[in-house]
C-alpha cells in the first residue's frame, strides 16, 4: 500500500490529511507534526521551523516503510527562496532514503501539470511574507497578477477560519486575467472543500494541502484521477 509521509509544522489544518486519506480510499498519509518553537508568520520563525535537523527527526519519526515525503509547508520552504528551498528538499530526501518534496514545489508542479502561467494569489500571510511566494512562482515561470493578503501572523488563527469564510476569501481573492487561483497556507483547511472552491471560482483552486497531497502521491508513482479533489486531481 502506498505511503505518504507527511511532515507538518505545528496544529492548525492537520486533520486535513485524515480525511484526506479516507477520501482516497488507499494510499495512507502518515503525519508527524515537526517542532514549531513559535507559531507566527514571521521570516525568522519560518526559517526555524524549516531547518534541516526539525525536518530530519520528523523524518525519523514517521512510521515505515515510505514511498515518498513531504515537507507539508509552504511559508517554511518557499521563505529559504528557490535554492535554500532546494536544498531544504534535498537534505529532506537524503535523511527519509525515498522522493521528498515541499508544498511550495507542489505549487510551481501543480501549475506546470495544468499549464498555468498567471495566477491569483489568496494569502492568508502578512505582505512582506506572502511576497516570498511571488518571488519563489516567478522562478518557476508563474506570473502572479493579483496577490491578496490576509495579513494573519498565526497558523493556529488560520485553522479556525470556517469552510464559509475560505469560500468568500477565494472568490474575493480571484483575478478575470489568472488561470488558477492559489491557498497558500497548509494551516487553512480546505480538503473537502476542493470541487466547491472550483466551482465557486470558476477555475482551478490549488490549495496547500491538496497539491501537497498530490505531489507526495505523483513522487510515490501512484498519481492519477481521484474524485473529490478538484481540478488537479481529474486527470
Not at 12 to 33: F, I, N, T, W
Not at 145 to 174: C, H, K, M, N, Y
Amino acid at each position: 500500500m502506498t505511503a505518504v509521509g507527511i511532515l507538518y509544522p505545528g496544529y492548525s489544518a492537520q486533520d486535513d490529511y485524515p480525511r484526506a486519506e479516507k477520501m482516497l480510499d488507499g494510499p495512507r498519509l502518515p503525519l508527524v507534526h515537526t517542532e514549531m518553537r513559535e507559531d507566527a508568520h514571521r521570516v525568522d520563525a519560518l526559517l526555524d521551523i524549516g531547518g534541516d535537523e526539525v525536518l530530519a527527526a520528523g523524518a525519523r519519526a514517521l512510521p515505515q516503510p515510505l514511498d515518498s515525503i513531504v515537507w507539508a509547508c509552504t511559508s517554511g520552504s518557499f521563505v529559504f527562496g528557490w535554492d535554500g528551498a532546494a536544498a531544504q528538499v534535498d537534505a529532506l530526501g537524503k535523511a527519509a532514503g525515498v522522493p521528498a518534496s515541499s508544498t511550495s514545489f507542489a505549487f510551481a508542479d501543480a501549475c506546470a501539470h495544468l499549464g498555468v502561467t498567471s495566477v491569483a494569489i489568496g494569502a492568508t500571510y502578512p505582505d512582506d511574507v506572502a511576497e516570498r511566494f511571488v518571488a519563489f512562482l516567478a522562478r518557476a515561470g508563474v506570473s502572479v497578477v493579483q496577490l491578496s493578503a490576509r495579513g494573519i501572523i498565526t497558523a493556529a488563527e488560520v485553522g479556525t477560519l470556517p469552510a464559509a469564510d475560505v469560500l468568500d476569501f477565494a472568490a474575493a481573492a480571484d483575478h478575470p486575467d489568472a488561470q488558477a487561483l492559489l491557498l497558500p497556507d497548509t494551516a487553512l483547511h480546505t480538503i473537502g472543500l476542493l470541487d466547491e472552491l472550483d466551482a465557486r471560482v470558476g477555475k482551478p483552486v490549488l490549495t496547500a494541502n491538496q497539491v501537497s497531497i498530490w505531489q507526495g502521491l505523483r513522487l510515490a508513482g501512484a498519481g492519477g484521477p481521484r474524485p473529490g479533489f478538484g481540478r488537479l486531481f481529474a486527470g
